[in-house]
C-alpha cells in the first residue's frame, strides 16, 4: 500500500487511460470515470508544481496553461469537425464559458480564500494589467464586434473578417507570451516581499525528473479530457432531465477540463502566493482565446464550417461587466474578501442566467 501511494502520481494517468480504453469497449459508471478523473486532475497539479519548481515563475503556470489549452482545443476541434452544421457555436459557447469560469469564479475564490486566510495579498500590479488589457482586447474582437459587423448576416465574419481577427488574435497572444516569458518576465514574478513565502529551500527536481513529468503532466491531461468526454452523456441526460438549457453542458465541460489550473490556483492562494494564481488564471484565458479561436477560424475556413463568434446581448452585458470589475479590483495590487465576494456573485449571476435564461 505504502508504495501504491508513492507511485500515484503516475499509476493515476495509467488507471485513468485504462478506464478510457476498457470505456470504448463497454459503458463503465459514471462514479467510476468521476473518481478517476480526480485523479488525474490531482496527480496533473502534481506535475506541474514539479515543472513549475523546476523552470521557475512564470514558465512554469505557463507550461500549465498551454497544455489544458492545447488538448482542450484538440476537444473542440473534434467536436467541430464531426457536429458539422450543429457546430455554429461550440467554440463561442466553450470560450465564454471558459473566461467567466476563470475571471469570476476561479479568480473569485483564489481571492476569497486568500483574504479569509492572509486578510489582504499582494500581487504585481504591472503584469496583471498587461494580461487584463490583451484579455479585453481579445474578448471584444472576437466575441463581442462580430455582431456589428455588416458584410455578414447575424454575429457571424465574412471569410476575410474570420481571417483577419484569427491573424490578430494569434499575434497578439504571442506578443504577450514573450513579453511575460522574455521581455518582461519580473512583472509576472511574486513581489519581492513574498520571497521568503516561495519554497526555495527545497533542491529542485532533476532534468531526468523534470522530462519524466512533463510527459506524464501531458498523460494526465489528456486523460482529464477524455474522462470528461465520457462524462458528458451522463451530464447531458441529467440536464436535459432537470430542463436545463443545453448550454449548461458546456459549462460543466469547461469546468472539468479547467480543474487542473484551478485546483492549483487555488492551492497556491491558500500558501499566500496570488501572484501564481492570476499567472495561472489570466494566462489561461489568453490562451483559450489566442490559440482556440485562430484554430477554429482556420478548420471554418478550411472545411466550409459555419462558425458564429458574436454573443447575445445578455452575455455582452456580463462580459462587460466582468472586464471592467476585473480592471478595478485588479488594479490596486492588492486584493481583499470584498473583491472576491464581488467576482464570485457574478460567476452565481453568470450560471443562474445560464439555467434560466
Not at 73 to 95: C, F, N, P, W, Y
Not at 200 to 229: D, E, F, M, N, Y
Request: aromatic share 6%; hydrophobic share 60%; proline share 5%.
Amino acid at each position: 500500500m505504502q508504495k501504491l501511494l508513492r507511485h500515484w502520481t503516475w499509476i493515476a494517468p495509467a488507471f485513468g487511460w485504462a478506464l478510457i480504453a476498457i470505456n470504448f469497449v463497454m459503458a463503465l459508471p459514471p462514479t467510476i470515470i468521476g473518481v478517476a478523473l480526480i485523479l488525474a486532475v490531482l496527480a496533473s497539479v502534481h506535475h506541474a508544481e514539479l515543472i513549475a519548481h523546476r523552470v521557475g515563475e512564470p514558465f512554469g503556470t505557463f507550461v500549465l496553461a498551454i497544455a489544458v489549452t492545447i488538448i482542450e482545443l484538440g476537444l473542440i476541434v473534434t467536436l467541430m469537425s464531426a457536429a458539422g452544421e450543429g457546430a455554429a457555436t461550440l467554440a463561442r459557447d466553450t470560450v465564454f464559458a471558459a473566461v467567466m469560469i476563470i475571471l469570476n469564479g476561479l479568480v473569485g475564490i483564489c481571492i476569497l480564500i486568500g483574504g479569509l486566510r492572509h486578510r489582504e495579498q499582494i500581487f504585481q500590479q504591472t503584469g496583471v494589467s498587461a494580461s487584463l488589457a490583451t484579455l479585453c482586447a481579445l474578448t471584444v474582437l472576437t466575441l463581442v464586434l462580430p455582431n456589428y459587423t455588416v458584410s455578414g448576416p447575424g454575429p457571424v465574419y465574412a471569410s476575410s473578417q474570420l481571417a483577419f481577427v484569427a491573424v490578430v488574435s494569434f499575434l497578439l497572444y504571442a506578443t504577450f507570451v514573450s513579453v511575460q516569458t522574455v521581455r518582461h518576465r519580473d512583472y509576472f514574478l511574486p513581489p519581492k516581499e513574498l520571497a521568503s513565502n516561495e519554497d526555495i529551500h527545497a533542491a529542485p527536481p532533476t532534468l531526468r525528473q523534470t522530462w519524466i513529468s512533463a510527459a506524464l503532466l501531458i498523460a494526465c491531461l489528456g486523460a482529464v479530457v477524455l474522462l470528461a468526454k465520457g462524462l458528458a452523456p451522463t451530464i447531458e441526460a441529467v440536464v436535459a432531465a432537470l430542463g436545463a438549457p443545453r448550454s449548461v453542458v458546456g459549462v460543466i465541460i469547461a469546468a472539468l477540463v479547467l480543474l487542473p489550473e484551478s485546483v492549483a490556483a487555488v492551492r497556491a492562494a491558500l500558501a499566500n502566493r496570488l501572484q501564481t494564481s492570476l499567472n495561472l488564471g489570466l494566462g489561461s484565458a489568453l490562451a483559450t482565446i489566442g490559440l482556440t479561436i485562430p484554430a477554429v477560424a482556420a478548420l471554418a475556413l478550411l472545411a466550409d464550417l459555419p462558425i458564429a463568434l458574436g454573443l447575445d446581448a445578455k452575455s455582452i452585458v456580463l462580459l462587460f461587466l466582468t472586464l471592467l470589475v476585473a480592471t478595478l479590483s485588479l488594479g490596486t495590487g492588492r486584493t481583499t474578501i470584498l473583491q472576491g465576494v464581488v467576482h464570485l456573485v457574478i460567476f452565481g449571476v453568470y450560471l443562474f442566467t445560464t439555467i434560466v435564461p
